[in-house]
C-alpha cells in the first residue's frame, strides 16, 4: 500500500485553511504544468471556509487551465435556496477567483436525477481528477456517503443516496435548514472510489463536532461504519486538522 496518508496538525483554523490551500494550489500548479489542465473537486460546509479563502487568492494559477467539479447536491433544490451547493461554491469560490475557470461541472439539481448522475459520471471518467478537496461529516461520510449507502467498490462515479438522521441533523446545524424534515431524503453525491481515484486528495476537518469522527476514522477499523476510515488506505491522502477537531487523537507531534 506504500506510506500511510499524513495528519497535519495545525494551530488552528486559518492555519489549517492556509496550509490546506497552499499545498492543494502546488498540486494545482503542476498538474496544469504538466498538462495544460488541472481538474478539481471541491467541498462545501463550514469546514472549508478558511481553506477557500486562501484557495482563491493562491499565486501563480491560470484558472482559466482548472475545470471544477463539487461533490454534491440536493435534487430539485433551485440554486436560490440558501441551502444550494452551486450557491455556495458561486459566492465562495467562482466570484473570487482573478478570472473565470475553463468549465465548472455544476451538478444539476433542477434535471432528472438519474440522468444527471450519468452526465457528470461520463464527465469524471473523461477528466481525472488532479485535486480533491473534501472533507468529513459528522457521521464519517465523504461527500454525502453516510454509513448505511457507503460503498468503497462502488461501480458508479455518481449516484443518488438517502441521507440518514445524521447527516440531516449535521445541515440543521449548520444553518441551512430550519429543522430535519425541512432537509430533503435525498442527495446527489460523487462515489467514495470516484474521490479517491483523484491524484491528490486534501481532507479538511474543522471544529470539535468532527473530533468525534476524526477520531473514528483514524484509529477505528476501516469500515463503512464509518466511512472516513477508508483514507487510511489512502497514501496520496492529507488530513488537515486544528486542536478542537483532532481533540479525540492521541497526543502527537
Known amino acids: 500500500m506504500g506510506d500511510p496518508m499524513e495528519i497535519r496538525r495545525c494551530r488552528d483554523k ?24 488541472a481538474n478539481v473537486t471541491v467541498a462545501t460546509g463550514a469546514s472549508q471556509f478558511e481553506m477557500l479563502a486562501e484557495l482563491v487568492k493562491a499565486p501563480g494559477i491560470d484558472w482559466r487551465k482548472v475545470v471544477f467539479f463539487h461533490l454534491d447536491e440536493y435534487p430539485g433544490m433551485p440554486e436560490t435556496h440558501p441551502a444550494s451547493f452551486k450557491k455556495y461554491l458561486t459566492e465562495r469560490l ?10 465548472f461541472h ?12 450519468r452526465r457528470v459520471g461520463d464527465i ?21 456517503n453516510d454509513p448505511p449507502v457507503a460503498d468503497f467498490d462502488d461501480p458508479e ?8 438522521d445524521a447527516c440531516r441533523r449535521q445541515q440543521v446545524g449548520e444553518g441551512h435548514f430550519p429543522d430535519v424534515d425541512a432537509v430533503p431524503a435525498t442527495a446527489i453525491t460523487v462515489t467514495i472510489p470516484a474521490l479517491l ?22 484509529t477505528g477499523p476501516v469500515s463503512t461504519a464509518c466511512p472516513a476510515s477508508v483514507l487510511q488506505t489512502a497514501p496520496h491522502a492529507t488530513v488537515y486538522l486544528e486542536p478542537a477537531s483532532a481533540a479525540g487523537l492521541p497526543s502527537g507531534p
Open 14 to 37: 486559518q492555519e489549517l485553511g492556509r496550509q490546506a490551500a497552499a499545498e492543494g494550489a502546488e498540486a494545482i500548479r503542476r498538474a496544469i504544468a504538466a498538462r495544460g489542465q
Open 94 to 103: 467562482v466570484r473570487k477567483l482573478p478570472s473565470g475557470p475553463q468549465a
Open 106 to 117: 455544476f451538478l444539476n439539481s433542477l434535471a432528472d436525477a438519474a440522468a444527471e448522475c
Open 124 to 144: 469524471l471518467r473523461q477528466h481525472p481528477i488532479d485535486v480533491a478537496f473534501i472533507g468529513i461529516g459528522e457521521n464519517g461520510h465523504l461527500a454525502f
Open 157 to 164: 462515479a455518481v449516484k443518488v443516496v438517502h441521507l440518514d
Open 197 to 218: 481515484r483523484a491524484d491528490r486528495v486534501m481532507v479538511v476537518a474543522a471544529d470539535a463536532r468532527k473530533a468525534a469522527p476524526v477520531a473514528a476514522a483514524f
